[in-house]
């Protein structure tokens, strides 16, 4: 055969791979999405059947959805970091990220969509599109497509989970961050940066894990590179992504010394909620009024959220994974963990970002048949939902 046809079958064969793959990817992808979005009806359907009775009776679906701190975002999506009448410290307002809101301002001028339906939009394109990355990075890490699926379940019925219904923030963020994962792990630099920049924007505390991350897999490359004598053609790429990697969050506490007129004026106002980071005494002092004295059944089912999340870290830190996936799950966990004293219920939802403590689960769950599986996590979904309504009509934010 001549090589000029040689040449051609070979392109030819390389095609139809490059093909297959794509088609094969596309349909995990929305076997995932599909996945996410079935998780999150039934729970809206669970939400709305228990809104009918006892304790949770007070509640509407829609006043869920738009309940806490979703008022919070709307405000800041209306009338920017404007005064608020009616509080106690009028430059709380600044504690609450402008990524999230600055989205559903984007959309809210369609006629007859309004803040609180962007919201809602927002909110769920960005689960959605959460999900499709949370394939991508599964097979990118463990190269299961089952075992990906399953990862979007578990995480999807996580405790705390209904904040990805609800008018927040960490459907945005988590999107952002999954997507930034997918970047570093295959090596789309550029993506990673621009990418961790929007996620330190939606939350600059978290932001700060996912810019670490970077900068675990950024560096040492940069370094050996320049130790080599390379091109500049050969490490630019994720020299850009290590300096854009903290823009986000250095970009808006600049902001915030700013307006507040000193220096550590984002830390001050953590401070003035006492939701700064104090090295997890909030969680100690939790423990031990649980160990010594009555507790309320709110606080014990909440510190079993996370000791199973602590148990479950140590679990994914024993994936082969790298060495940034591993440190940006730990960071998440720890800075969950640590901040406080207040806000002990807000703790699950502060661990919805460390996506990959579903492998450790979705392990476990895998190899049972679809139809048990199915079972498992629609019981996982309706008891997250029951969990959040009970820690929400006891007083604790989500």
């Not at 990220?97 to 339906?117: F, M, N, Q």
């Not at 600059?204 to 810019?211: C, D, E």
Request: hydrophobic share 60%.
């Amino acid at each position: 055969m001549p090589s000029g046809a040689t040449e051609n079958s070979r392109d030819a064969a390389s095609a139809a791979r490059g093909d297959q793959e794509a088609g094969s990817r596309s349909a995990l992808a929305a076997s995932g999405v599909l996945i996410y979005a079935a998780v999150r009806v039934l729970t809206l359907a669970v939400a709305a059947l228990l809104l009918h009775h006892g304790r949770f009776r007070a509640w509407s679906l829609v006043h869920l959805i738009v309940s806490w701190d979703s008022g919070r975002f709307l405000y800041i999506a209306a009338h920017g970091y404007a005064y608020v009448p009616g509080y106690r410290h009028p430059d709380s307002i600044l504690a609450s990220y402008p990524g999230y809101p600055l989205a559903i301002d984007t959309i809210a001028w369609v006629p007859g969509i309004g803040l609180k339906r962007a919201g809602f939009a927002v909110t769920i394109a960005a689960g959605l599109a959460a999900a499709w990355g949370l394939t991508r990075l599964g097979m990118a890490l463990i190269g299961d497509r089952r075992l990906s699926l399953v990862m979007v379940a578990v995480w999807a019925v996580a405790p705390a989970s209904i904040v990805l219904s609800m008018v927040y923030s960490e459907a945005l963020f988590c999107a952002l961050a999954i997507w930034s994962l997918v970047a570093l792990v295959e090596r789309r630099w550029l993506m990673a940066g621009v990418l961790t920049i929007g996620a330190g924007l939606a939350r600059s505390s978290t932001g700060v894990a996912l810019a670490a991350a970077v900068t675990v897999a950024a560096l040492p490359t940069v370094i050996a590179a320049l130790r080599a004598r390379q091109p500049a053609a050969m490490w630019w790429r994720p020299a850009v992504a290590l300096l854009l990697s903290p823009l986000g969050v250095l970009g808006y506490w600049a902001y915030s010394a700013v307006r507040l007129r000193h220096l550590g004026g984002f830390i001050g106002l953590e401070k003035n909620g006492h939701d700064s980071f104090d090295w997890g005494q909030g969680v100690f002092l939790a423990v031990k009024d649980a160990l010594f004295d009555r507790p309320s059944a709110v606080e014990v089912m909440t510190l079993f959220v996370l000791a199973a999340a602590v148990v479950l870290t140590i679990c994914s830190l024993t994936e082969r994974f790298p060495w940034s996936v591993h440190v940006y799950t730990l960071a998440i966990v720890v800075i969950a963990l640590g901040v406080g004293p207040l806000y002990l219920g807000s703790k699950p939802r502060f661990l919805l970002p460390a996506v990959l403590l579903s492998v450790p689960v979705a392990r476990l769950l895998a190899p049972l048949p679809a139809w048990l599986l199915g079972l498992v996590i629609g019981v996982l979904g309706a008891a997250s939902v029951w969990f959040s309504l009970f820690l929400m009509t006891a007083g604790w934010a989500p």
